[in-house]
């Protein structure tokens, strides 16, 4: 289950990326994560450019459009330095997106 925060930036996502969010909480319920951002203001876009963790300013990335088309998910625990659990969320998240007919990309495969 959702914490309260993933919930709401999940309301702020795209229908279809709920969707798939959804169905991937029912096939793999056992997977802990958190939904750390989706739609981004201005500030918030901007501040990611500077920070580092977005390559685009406002109005380049997926996240400034309402609903966002992007997500951040973290896997629980919380683990940067580790990439195996994040590699293994992908390929079920983006097969969960597949078997429902949406076309996804996992940020980490932008060139």
């Given amino acids: 289950m959702l914490d309260a925060k993933s919930l709401a930036n999940l309301k702020e996502a795209h229908p279809l990326l709920q969707k798939v969010v959804n169905q991937f909480m029912l096939d793999f319920p056992d997977v802990k994560f958190q939904i ?14 500077r920070n580092k963790t977005s390559r685009a300013h406002f109005g380049q990335s997926a996240h ?8 951040d998910i973290y896997v629980k625990p ?3 330095a580790k990439w195996a ?10 097969s ?3 078997k429902l007919g949406i076309a996804l990309t996992w940020g980490v495969s932008w060139k």
């Fill in 36 to 49: 750390n951002d989706a739609q981004r203001g201005r500030a918030e876009q901007e501040r990611a450019f």
């Fill in 64 to 71: 400034n459009y309402k609903p966002a088309v992007a997500l």
């Fill in 78 to 80: 919380v683990q940067f």
């Fill in 85 to 94: 659990p994040y590699q293994m969320f992908a390929k079920e998240f983006l």
């Fill in 96 to 98: 969960t997106a597949n």
